[in-house]
T-cell receptor, first 108, second 115 residues
Framework: KNEVEQSPQNLTAQEGEFITINCSYS?????LHWLQQHPGGGIVSLFM???GKKKHGRLIATINIQEKHSSLHITASHPRDSAVYIC??????????FGTGTRLQVFP | GAGVSQTPSNKVTEKGKYVELRCDPI?????LYWYRQSLGQGPEFLIY????????DSGLPNDRFFAVRPEGSVSTLKIQRTERGDSAVYLC?????????????FGNGTRLTVT
């Protein structure tokens, strides 16, 4: 079993829909990262969080340390949000453990 | 530059050859990381530098892989006697201190293809 599990693996949505991507992990962590990767492109860090909730524009990330679970929400989704969203945890070892990613496609 | 720069962006080499992949981190970032990402997979850790020293090289798959960061800025990942299984995107990232404290900044990666 992977230490970081994401769901769903693939997600399609219509423009404007509210989107949720989930991440569960099995190790103790000091921080959790949400990353965005466009096809053929590099990885962009969206959030780094260790508790509570963070918001940036239409993106919201939450984490529940007790349940070892985090969610990434996208409000009013847009085709430019289409990308792979990756959850990664810092298990106090300075080497991130990555999930396999959620491939999101938003259609106009 | 403003971000993490990796060169080359693409590298095609023959099996058995030696390759070097370069990473220019953001100026002032002490922490530098190399990851490898195979198709359809999440990135896998290779090595982490804090300054000039390799703080953790436990992710290097075997002794054909080696990385240096002699002056605490630019890093080079070196692969000897390349094999087809080494084909992947090699990602470099840097952070101001360490990733549990400061955010990571990724380069666009080097796509290595071994034929």
């Amino acid at each position: 079993k992977n230490e970081v599990e994401q769901s769903p693996q693939n997600l399609t949505a219509q423009e404007g829909e509210f989107i949720t991507i989930n991440c569960s992990y099995s190790v103790g962590i000091s921080a959790l990262h949400w990353l965005q990767q466009h096809p053929g492109g590099g990885i962009v860090s969206l959030f780094m969080l260790s508790s509570g909730k963070k918001k940036h524009g239409r993106l919201i990330a939450t984490i529940n340390i007790q349940e070892k679970h985090s969610s990434l929400h996208i409000t009013a989704s847009h085709p430019r949000d289409s990308a792979v969203y990756i959850c990664a945890v810092d298990g106090n070892t300075d080497k991130l453990i990555f999930g396999t990613g959620t491939r999101l496609q938003v259609f106009p | 530059g403003a971000g993490v720069s990796q060169t080359p962006s693409n590298k095609v080499t023959e099996k058995g050859k030696y390759v070097e992949l370069r990473c220019d981190p953001i100026s002032g970032h002490t922490a530098l990381y190399w990851y490898r990402q195979s198709l359809g997979q999440g990135p896998e850790f290779l090595i982490y530098f804090q300054g000039t020293g390799a703080a953790d090289d436990s992710g290097l798959p075997n002794d054909r892989f080696f990385a240096v960061r002699p002056e605490g800025s630019v890093s080079t990942l070196k692969i000897q006697r390349t094999e087809r299984g080494d084909s992947a995107v090699y990602l470099c990232a840097s952070s101001l201190t360490g990733q549990g404290i400061s955010p990571l900044h990724f380069g666009n990666g080097t796509r290595l293809t071994v034929t």
